[in-house]
């Protein structure tokens, strides 16, 4: 239980980075979730979790983060999307193995049912 | 007179078409850059997937960062999605395969990423579409043919 709620924060410790370097430093989305994806897979430890999966989860956190400013709005959007990656990685390991871009379409699909949420609680779209 | 005015449209229009093929060439071969170079890369077992595809896009970042190209915005997120679909493993798509993913993930960005770049991981998850698709359309077109 502590080591998913520890991959939770990491993620969103990775959503809410994003989101700094790219709404409040105006970097460009490309260069965020360049900079977080390359510095996130020179963690190294390696213990129950094996390395390969936190080096994933930081780099979806990444995506997320280059969402719109307004569906991240608060502390509570980045651990709802960082719970929603860690579901989506954790049950679609054996399935669509080696195709690529498996980890931007989780991270979609983690937004896009923010969005959704968001748009069913409050009536109106983001 | 009349002569010299359809000559000059068809002129312009050659030019034009020239560019166009231009503009489309130059962002197939920076895909297959990004494409490629994620492939060649990630087999090394000092590098991996992830750290090949983001090495590369933050070369290209920094590149971009420190010059100004035209159409840098759109040169960076195709450069990014195409490491995507290079990351795909080499027995699900090989390296023949990979230039079919690769132009219908043009394709797709081409047509789709307007509406979705709102959502983090559109690009994510247009290059999944593509690698994923491609093999089916090979299929489908080629077996109908009888070329494989």
């Known amino acids: 239980m502590i080591t998913k709620l520890l991959l ?3 993620c969103s410790f990775s959503i809410f980075l994003s989101s700094y370097l790219n709404h409040s430093l105006h970097l460009a989305p490309s260069l965020t979730i360049a900079i977080i994806g390359f510095l996130g897979t020179f963690y190294f430890h390696q213990g129950k979790v094996p390395k390969a999966d936190v080096h994933a989860l930081l780099l979806m956190g990444a995506f997320a983060g280059t969402s719109e400013a307004l569906l991240l709005k608060g502390v509570s959007s980045y651990f709802i999307i ?5 579901f989506l990685f954790s049950y679609s390991k054996t ?3 080696g195709i690529g871009g498996k980890f931007g379409f989780i991270s979609f699909l983690s937004c896009l049912t923010l969005y959704l949420l968001k748009y069913l609680i409050s009536g109106t779209l983001v | 007179m009349s002569d010299t005015i359809p000559l000059k449209i068809s002129y312009i229009w050659d030019i034009s078409l020239i560019i166009d093929l231009f503009v489309i060439l130059k962002f197939i071969v920076i895909g297959s850059i990004g494409a490629y170079g994620t492939c060649v890369l990630s087999p090394h077992p000092h590098i991996g997937k992830i750290r090949a595809a983001m090495g590369l896009n933050l070369i290209l970042g920094c590149v971009l960062f420190f010059y100004e190209i ?13 490491t995507f679909v290079g990351m795909s493993d080499p027995k699900a798509l090989n390296k023949k395969d990979l230039i079919l993913a690769l132009i219908l993930y043009e394709l797709l960005y081409f047509y789709f990423f307007q509406h979705l770049r709102f959502l983090g991981g559109a690009l994510g998850s247009l290059a999944f579409m593509a690698s994923g698709l491609s093999p089916k359309i090979k299929n489908y077109f080629f077996k109908k043919s009888g070329l494989t």
């Open chain 2, 70 to 82: 035209p159409d840098e915005k759109i040169i960076a997120s195709l450069f990014l999605g195409s």
């Open chain 1, 95 to 97: 399935i669509f193995v």
């Open chain 1, 8 to 10: 939770i924060s990491s």
């Open chain 1, 82 to 86: 960082a719970s929603l990656i860690y």
